[in-house]
T-cell receptor, first 110, second 115 residues
Framework: AQSVSQHNHHVILSEAASLELGCNYS??????LFWYVQYPGQHLQLLLK??????LVKGIKGFEAEFIKSKFSFNLRKPSVQWSDTAEYFC????????FGKGTRLHILP | DSGVTQTPKHLITATGQRVTLRCSPR?????VYWYQQSLDQGLQFLIQ???????AKGNILERFSAQQFPDLHSELNLSSLELGDSALYFC??????????????FGPGTRLTVT
């Protein structure tokens, strides 16, 4: 069955620390991959997406993600986090239907 | 503000009841998607409509139904409500058919509490 797994449910970091949030997917065939972010009290927003081409994808606010086909992974990274990155992050995968991971709550300490 | 509006923001109702959630997509968007977010199931895709027609179905229960009207707003109808239906229901919209999860714009959600 198709699935998306996010390894960490809750991550706490200090400002300026580096971030990597894990995401693994289980899909047969071609898959499109996404990271969404939900800031406190706000709606979900698309951070970045991968459809094809360069496996290193750059998104908004300094985030990037790398698609590693052999590992079925699409981890989200940011070299130096800020307090304003406190949010919940969702990995998602789709072919004709989308499946979301359960989310990772990121809390940045000022 | 994404441009997608949802009403009501909060809804409290009893088991066995029926409710209707409403979504207005961004101006010009033809696709509307419905999602359910709960603590145990996470964020789940329910159904997609494009220009009035159903296009894709996810984990939507038979007790739930949706439609998209000629003015492109959409309604999600939840009937015979159970405690487990308590969740945040999101609507999203996109310009075209797109792949689900492409350039979608999410609304603020409707929080449904079933008592």
């Amino acid at each position: 069955a198709q699935s998306v797994s996010q390894h960490n449910h809750h991550v706490i970091l200090s400002e300026a620390a580096s971030l990597e949030l894990g995401c693994n997917y289980s899909y047969g065939g071609t898959v499109n991959l996404f990271w969404y972010v939900q800031y406190p009290g706000q709606h979900l927003q698309l951070l970045l997406k991968y459809f094809s081409g360069d496996p290193l994808v750059k998104g908004i606010k300094g985030f990037e993600a790398e698609f590693i086909k052999s590992k079925f992974s699409f981890n989200l990274r940011k070299p130096s986090v800020q307090w304003s990155d406190t949010a919940e992050y969702f990995c998602a995968a789709s072919d004709d239907k989308i499946i979301f991971g359960k989310g990772t709550r990121l809390h940045i300490l000022p | 503000d994404s441009g997608v509006t949802q009403t009501p923001k909060h809804l409290i109702t009893a088991t066995g009841q029926r409710v209707t959630l409403r979504c207005s997509p961004r101006s010009g968007d033809l696709s509307v998607y419905w999602y359910q977010q709960s603590l145990d199931q996470g964020l789940q895709f329910l159904i997609q409509y494009y220009n009035g027609e159903e296009r894709a179905k996810g984990n939507i229960l038979e007790r739930f139904s949706a439609q998209q009207f000629p003015d492109l707003h959409s309604e999600l109808n939840l009937s015979s409500l159970e405690l487990g239906d308590s969740a945040l229901y999101f609507c999203a919209s996109s310009v075209g058919l797109a792949v689900p999860g492409g350039e979608q714009y999410f609304g603020p959600g409707t929080r449904l509490t079933v008592t």
